[in-house]
């Protein structure tokens, strides 16, 4: 279940939906298909969920550790940084739906009423779901059918129909808060422009001063926001973003591992061989040979 991002103007991730023309992402996957059994750091406007079924799977919302066991699930609302990884070092199995609240928008009142709210609210970037708690668990369920029915010719009308019974068990369960926290609104946004900036500049050199610049504020608070965020310095976020780019020209292209490391914007192909190594343990040439057979 790997997806190759591309991003909108407003810097969130363009998901590639199983239609076009109907906002809904809907697979299933396994950590171990992911280098470092990690997920790309990401976001997008796309309510997401994520059920475990098999193994243990931590997630990262916004600095935020939650981790679910199989039977579990967690709901990310929009907007939100974050991604999924193995704690443990173990393989996981998971279902991955993402469905755009503009599903939910039958018209502009229900919108405004119901839908903004909670989509835009600061209190609730993500919700734990539980299979021993009966509304969360009747949620699973519903989520456990879009994922079962979604190659059948009614896929469409199922997904919908179900996404508005989750949203009525979550809106008639959850206390929908107004405050929101400006600071912390703030410090995301810095985190977002950081980010795509090093996603936009990892080929060329980069200092730490540049990613600071980029989300308008200094060293310090920069290397402040990435460890409450994303528990990593900008540095390290720069290196594992090459290194996935890297994994990506392994896989899908035959250029020389020499042409990669540049491309990546590695120094030399002694340190990106070396780099590499360190967190995937493996060679780059190993890992292209051990690609080539799996496809």
Known sequence: MKRYST??????ENVAYNDPAFPAYITSGFLSCYPDLKGCTHWHEDW???IVLEGLETYNVNGN???????????????QVHYGFSADRKDCEFICILLNPSLLCSNKDFDEKFVKPFTYNANYPFIKLSRKIQWQNKIIKLLKEIHLK??????????????????ELIYSNVDIKSEKSAQNSAELNALKLMMVFIQDNYKRKISLEDIASAG???KSKCSSIFSQYLKES???????????????LL????IPITEIAYECGFSGTSYFCETFHKYYKTTPLDFRKDSAQIS
Request: with cysteine; aromatic share 18%.
């Open 234 to 248: 900008p540095i390290i976020y720069l290196i594992k973003y090459r290194l996935k780019i890297s994994t990506e």
């Open 65 to 79: 550790l939650i981790e679910i066991e199989a039977g579990d699930a967690i709901f990310v609302n929009s907007r």
């Open 7 to 12: 991003f909108n103007v407003d810097l969130s």
């Open 251 to 254: 896989c899908k292209t035959g």
């Open 216 to 218: 308008f504020c200094c």
């Open 48 to 50: 997401e969920f994520i």
């Open 150 to 167: 979604k190659d059948e010719k009614t896929w469409q009308f199922i997904t919908q129909r179900n996404f508005f019974s989750i949203f």
